[in-house]
């Protein structure tokens, strides 16, 4: 079966001809391997040297984000993907936000009428 | 800029970008994801699918613990480890992220050196895959050995607060784990596959006729990217929190 040859753009913005599938160069997983190893130990510092408050949310939520970013773009190759690909796969995802307010709000109000009904001294 | 599609006709059509190619893709004849081979649209078609299963479980344990009215047990000192005699907050978990996120590393290695057909790198990055997964798994059994045997964590309560802790810790690393296990054992299937040649000599595999090939290398490491992508949440959010 001949293969149409595709040209890609690799990490640098070089022109690489494909045979087929995704090919890159090593040193780009190295790089996002160790972006990941010193993201993963700031997250950890985050609870070591007990950060509360916003500031520990902002950051945990900041370091995950980021981790989430490098592995779905580099690792599972999504920036080299169609736009089709991507947003087949992200929109859908994002959606999940809706189902996370919801739940939030939802909790809020059980937490507010177990306070009303159950706490002993309330009634 | 524009890329032609693979298409085994022997023929190149030129591909538009951005939103007018993902307008044409969609609304094109025969298949909706061009460039990518069907195995792997699928793949991400089932991860997606997998990606609303942790998260509703994520956002129903967010829920339950926003609602619970007894205090939530410190994951901070629940996963603590005494090393040398001094006890390290969350130090277990810290590694078990570490050792993943290498595994993660290891495959995407494997996976460009299984599309320059090196059989034998392949072979060796998947085992190292497949050995760093183990490596999580055996962890995991040891941090919930610790918690239900010294602790006396139980799914329906526990001595340090409140009760819904114990089922969501269980469900939700519990759920993480066993795809763990599933990747370590279809990674080393695929090993065994490169190793032997089966995908450089197209042979069918034992639940498809549908010939061998490196993209599989390829599909597989989505997975085992996915395995880690829920671990970075499971980490925020349950252990970081």
Known sequence: MAHAEVQQHDAHGQRHAHVEGQQHPIGIYLKIWGLLFILSGMSYAVDYFHFQGYLRWFLIIVFMLLKAGLIVAVFMHMMWERLALMYAILVPTLLLMVLLGIGALEADYTFFTRGVFFVKGLL | ?241
């Open chain 2, 1 to 241: 800029m524009t890329q032609p599609a693979l298409v085994s006709t022997g023929q190149t059509l030129p591909l538009s970008e951005g939103m007018p190619g993902v307008v044409a893709d969609w609304s094109s004849d025969q298949r909706a994801f061009k460039n990518v081979p069907w195995g792997k649209a699928m793949m991400w078609i089932f991860l997606l699918s997998d990606t609303f299963i942790f998260s509703s479980f994520l956002i129903s344990y967010m829920t339950v613990r926003m609602s619970a009215t007894e205090p939530w047990p410190n994951p901070s000192e629940v996963f603590a480890l005494t090393l040398f005699g001094k006890s390290i907050p969350l130090i277990l978990i810290a590694i078990m992220t570490f050792v993943l996120i290498s595994s993660s590393g290891t495959m995407a290695m494997a996976v460009k050196f299984g599309y320059e057909k090196n059989r034998k790198m392949t072979f060796i990055l998947l085992l190292i895959t497949a050995a760093l997964g183990a490596t999580f798994v055996g962890m995991q059994a040891f941090e919930w050995t610790k918690l239900i045997l010294d602790e006396g964590i139980r799914p329906w309560g526990n001595p340090l607060g409140a009760a819904q802790f114990g089922s969501v810790f269980f469900m939700i690393t519990g759920f993480h784990g066993t795809h763990v296990s599933i990747g370590v054992i279809f990674l080393i299937i695929v090993a065994i596959k490169v190793i032997r040649g089966d995908l450089d000599h197209q042979r069918p595999g034992f639940m498809t006729g549908r010939k061998g090939n490196y993209e599989m290398v390829e599909i597989m490491g989505l997975y085992w990217h996915f395995v880690d992508l829920v671990w970075v949440f499971i980490f925020a959010v349950f252990y970081l929190w």
